[in-house]
C-alpha cells in the first residue's frame, strides 16, 4: 500500500512559492489540495499574492540582466540543463507517486510517460541548443548579415493540471535553454510535483538565484497577477481556450506575444482498409489514458460504414472491462476525475447526449463501487449528428463518441467541422490516403495508425482555438527568443557622403 498518502493525509504538507532563492513563508490565503482518489486533503497550498508575483518578476529580471545567467554559455546551460535531468530521475519514483496522488492518474503512467517525458525535455533541449544553427548571408557588395536568437528575457510559465510535471517541465526546460528566467505558476489544483522539483533543486543548486521561481495559486489572483505583470516578457500558457483568450487579451495591451497550447475536440477516422484490431487498441489509449482527461484525446470517433458495427462492439465491450480504481493498483487503467466538477461535468454531457437523441453504450454515471473519490464510468455514445453538444464541446473526460461515414469527403469535413485544431487520427493502411488526409485536416498534428506519439524534434501545437505556436525544437526556439539581424560591413564599398557637397556650395 502507499505510505505517503496516508502520512500526507494526516500531516499534510505546507506549499508556497519560491522566490529569489528561497521558499516563501507560508502566509497566504489557504487553498486545499486534494488527492482525488479519496476525496481528502494532502496538502495546503498557501496562495502567492500579487505583491509577491511581484517580487518573482523581479527576481527573474534581476536574475536575467545582472546574474551570471544571462551571460552562461552553452556549456554552462547545458549542465543545468542535465543537473534537473539527473535531479529528476533520482526522484522519479517519488515524483511519480506524487503526481498519481494528486492528479489520480494511474501510477503506471505517470511512473513510465510523466516523469520520463519531464525529465526526457531537459536532455533534449541540453542536446538541441548545442546544435543550433544560425543564418549567414553575404553579399556580392562586401557585406554579411546574421540571423541569432536571443533570449526573450523573463517568462511566465503557466500550466494545467492534467500532466502538472511532464507539461511544464517542457516549458522550463525550453525556456532556461535559450537563456531565460523563468516564474512558474501550476494549477492550483496539481501543485504537488513542481513544488517538490523546487525542493529538490535547492537540494542541488543547480541554479543561479532568481533564474527559477515558483508562485502558487488561483488563476484569478496568481495566474492574473503574473500573466498581466508589466516586466514580463512573455507568456507560455497550457491550459483552456477561454483562460488563454483572457491571457492574450492582457500581453496585447503590452504588445507582447504568448504560446498558447489550448482546449481540443480531436477527430479520430476510422477507414475501412485499417488494422481493426490496432485501430481499437489505439483509439482506447485515445480516449482513455491520462484518464481520458488529455488535450490531445481523440475521442470524437468517426468510423467507416463497413467496419462500424464490428469497431464500436468491440471498443464498447473493452470500455466496459476497463478496470477502475485505485490509481496507485498497478492493475488501474482508469482512475479517479480530479474533482467533483469534473464528475458534474460528465453528468451534464451525459443528459445532453441523451437530449439531443444520442445513444448511451456504455458508462454514462458516477461508479458505484467506491464510497470515496471522484470515479466514473468510462462512457460511449453514438451521436446522431454533428451539431450535438458532445462532439463539438471539449468534455476533457473519459467519454467517447461515436459516428458513422460513408465517403472520406465526409469524413473529413465532419472532421474538421470543430472549432478546435489540436490532432488528426487517421486509421488507414492506404499510404496514399494517410499523406491526403494529413494535408486537410485542419489541425497542428495528424498522428497515422498511432494514438498519442510525441516526438520532442517537432512542433505540437493547434490551429484554430486549440492555440498558437508550437512547443519542441525550433517551435520552442521562435516561443522563447527574439531573432535578430545583425548586418556587418567586411568591404563595402564607401558610402555617399552627405552634407559635403551641399556645405561648399551653401558657404
Ligand atoms: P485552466 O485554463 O482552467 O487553467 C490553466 C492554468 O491557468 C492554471 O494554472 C490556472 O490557475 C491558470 N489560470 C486561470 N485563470 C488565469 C488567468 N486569468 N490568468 C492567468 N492564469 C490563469 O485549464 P485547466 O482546467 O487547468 O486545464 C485543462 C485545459 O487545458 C483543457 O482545455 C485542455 O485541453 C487544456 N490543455 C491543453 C494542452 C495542449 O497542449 N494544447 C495540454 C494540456 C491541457
Not at 547545458?78 to 501510477?107: C, K, S, Y
Not at 516564474?183 to 513544488?195: D, H, I
Not at 480516449?287 to 468491440?314: T, Y
Request: a negative charge; hydrophobic letters at 40%.
Amino acid at each position: 500500500m502507499f505510505h505517503r498518502r496516508a502520512a500526507m493525509t494526516a500531516n499534510p504538507l505546507q506549499l508556497t512559492g519560491h522566490i529569489a532563492g528561497a521558499f516563501v513563508a507560508p502566509n497566504g490565503e489557504e487553498i486545499p489540495v486534494i488527492d482525488p482518489s479519496t476525496g481528502r486533503m494532502v496538502a495546503v497550498l498557501h496562495e502567492t499574492s500579487r505583491d509577491e508575483v511581484h517580487r518573482a518578476v523581479v527576481a527573474a529580471r534581476s536574475a536575467f540582466e545582472r546574474g551570471p545567467w544571462g551571460r552562461a554559455t552553452v556549456a554552462e546551460r547545458q549542465r543545468a540543463l542535465m543537473g534537473i535531468h539527473d535531479a529528476i530521475l533520482d526522484h522519479a519514483e517519488e515524483l511519480a507517486e506524487l503526481e498519481t496522488l494528486n492528479t489520480g492518474i494511474p501510477l503506471a503512467q505517470t511512473a513510465n510517460i510523466h516523469v520520463a517525458r519531464a525529465a526526457q525535455n531537459f536532455r533534449f533541449f541540453s542536446e538541441f541548443i548545442n546544435q543550433q544553427e544560425g543564418d549567414v548571408y553575404t553579399q556580392e557588395n562586401g557585406y554579411m548579415s546574421l540571423v541569432t536568437y536571443d533570449p526573450i528575457g523573463v517568462c511566465a510559465l503557466i500550466g494545467p493540471w492534467n500532466m502538472p510535471l511532464g507539461l511544464t517541465a517542457m516549458k522550463i526546460a525550453g525556456a532556461l535553454a535559450f537563456g531565460n528566467t523563468c516564474v512558474v505558476k501550476p494549477s492550483e489544483m496539481t501543485p504537488l510535483t513542481l513544488c517538490r522539483l523546487f525542493q529538490i533543486l535547492d537540494e542541488r543548486n543547480i541554479l543561479p538565484e532568481g533564474v527559477l521561481n515558483l508562485v502558487n495559486g488561483r488563476g484569478a489572483v496568481t495566474g492574473d497577477a503574473l500573466s498581466s505583470h508589466p516586466d514580463i516578457d512573455m507568456v507560455s500558457f497550457t491550459g483552456g481556450t477561454e483562460t488563454g483568450a483572457r491571457i492574450l487579451s492582457a500581453l496585447a495591451r503590452g504588445i507582447k506575444g504568448g504560446a498558447m497550447e489550448l482546449g481540443g475536440k480531436s477527430a479520430s477516422i476510422v477507414y475501412d482498409d485499417c488494422d481493426l484490431e490496432r485501430a481499437v487498441d489505439g483509439a482506447m489509449l485515445g480516449s482513455f489514458m491520462n484518464n481520458g482527461q488529455m488535450c490531445l484525446a481523440g475521442s470524437r470517433l468517426f468510423v467507416h460504414r463497413g467496419i462500424a458495427d464490428a469497431f464500436i462492439e468491440k471498443f464498447t465491450e473493452r470500455t466496459r472491462s476497463l478496470i477502475v480504481g485505485d490509481p496507485f493498483e498497478r492493475t488501474t487503467e482508469v482512475g479517479p476525475m480530479i474533482n467533483t466538477g469534473q464528475l458534474e461535468r460528465m453528468e451534464h454531457y451525459v443528459a445532453s447526449g441523451l437530449k439531443e437523441s444520442a445513444t448511451l453504450l456504455a458508462g454514462g454515471r458516477r461508479h458505484g463501487g467506491f464510497d470515496a473519490g471522484y470515479y466514473f464510468e468510462p462512457t460511449v455514445m453514438t451521436a446522431p449528428g454533428n451539431d450535438l453538444a458532445i462532439c463539438q464541446e471539449e468534455i476533457f473526460a473519459p467519454f467517447a463518441t461515436f459516428q458513422i461515414f460513408d465517403e472520406e469527403d465526409e469524413a473529413i469535413s465532419l472532421a474538421n467541422d470543430s472549432r478546435f485544431g489540436l490532432v488528426g487520427y487517421v486509421w488507414t493502411n492506404n499510404l496514399e490516403r494517410a499523406m491526403r488526409n494529413s494535408a486537410r485536416l485542419q489541425t497542428g498534428t495528424v498522428l497515422v495508425n498511432t494514438p498519442i506519439m510525441r516526438d520532442l524534434r517537432t512542433g505540437f501545437g493547434g490551429v484554430r482555438q486549440s492555440g498558437l505556436g508550437r512547443e519542441g525544437a525550433k517551435g520552442s526556439r521562435a516561443m522563447f527568443t527574439e531573432m535578430k539581424s545583425t548586418v556587418i560591413a567586411l568591404k563595402p564599398p564607401a558610402l555617399p557622403k552627405m552634407g559635403m557637397t551641399g556645405a561648399g556650395e551653401n558657404a
